[in-house]
């Protein structure tokens, strides 16, 4: 017997823990971390859909762009996500605040001789603007930021214009031109743009766009060459 007036040490030892029960808290830490993950990047994406739909003028099916999201983890499926879907609720169609236009030109577009016509078929960016012939004619009194951006075999002389047509004054109206001449004896390819702020008025102003020649213009890809106008 030791002196009971004494300090007692006492050894602890750690009771090891089941194998069984480690394995299955490391697979529902997994569970868990794969849920977080995988909202995660579904909030992106959601986000991402929306953004993009919000300036986009084609009306969209909301239940074939968010389905269901389903996760498999550890043997189960586990829902995230379960949101009625009404019919009003269906598609998203959000126009522009303010009037705008803009137009590109693919691989299949025909032109006139001079004048660039654009591509229909794309569902382009159109609201409070009439498009036929290549031309945007104004329904709305106002001041416009009119742009345009063409792409073309750089070989002799090449100019590029935004005209204007208004039943104010006769003929064509030159708004903005960009003239390039090239003495080189190889082909090569270039581009242009103009842009400006212009008074346009509802009385038939009708706005396009010159080249000096459209056989020269490069239309591999829709973004090589558009045209378009906004109200400020």
């Known amino acids: 017997m030791g002196d009971t007036g004494g300090d007692l040490d006492v050894a602890y030892s750690s009771v090891p823990q089941n194998p069984d029960e480690q394995q299955k808290g490391s697979k529902m830490s997994q569970m868990l971390l794969w849920v977080v993950l995988t909202v995660v990047m579904y909030g992106i994406a959601a986000e991402a859909f929306f953004i ?21 983890c550890c043997g189960k499926e586990i829902i995230l996500i379960s949101v009625p879907i009404t019919e009003q ?28 016509h654009w591509n229909m078929e794309t569902d382009p960016l159109l609201h409070g603007m009439i498009y036929k012939d ?7 009194e106002g001041y416009y930021y009119v742009y345009s951006k063409v792409s073309f075999i750089d ?5 590029h214009s935004v005209t204007l047509s208004t039943d104010r004054y006769p003929g064509n109206i030159t708004l903005m031109r960009s003239k390039k001449r090239s003495s080189a004896s190889k082909e090569s390819r270039s581009n242009s743009f103009l842009g400006g702020v212009f008074h346009l008025y509802e009385d038939n102003n009708r706005i396009f766009v010159t080249v000096s020649s459209t056989s020269k213009i490069m239309q591999n890809n829709s973004y090589e060459n558009f045209f378009g106008a906004f109200m400020i």
């Open 52 to 72: 993009y739909h919000l300036y986009h003028h084609k009306s969209v099916s909301i239940t074939s762009a968010l389905p269901w999201l389903k996760l498999q």
């Open 89 to 116: 609720d269906r598609s998203i169609c959000v126009p522009p605040s303010k009037v705008a236009a803009h137009l590109t030109a693919g691989s299949t577009t025909v032109h006139e001789k001079t004048v660039m």
């Open 134 to 140: 290549g031309r945007l004619t104004i329904q709305k």
């Open 155 to 159: 070989s002799g002389e090449f100019w």
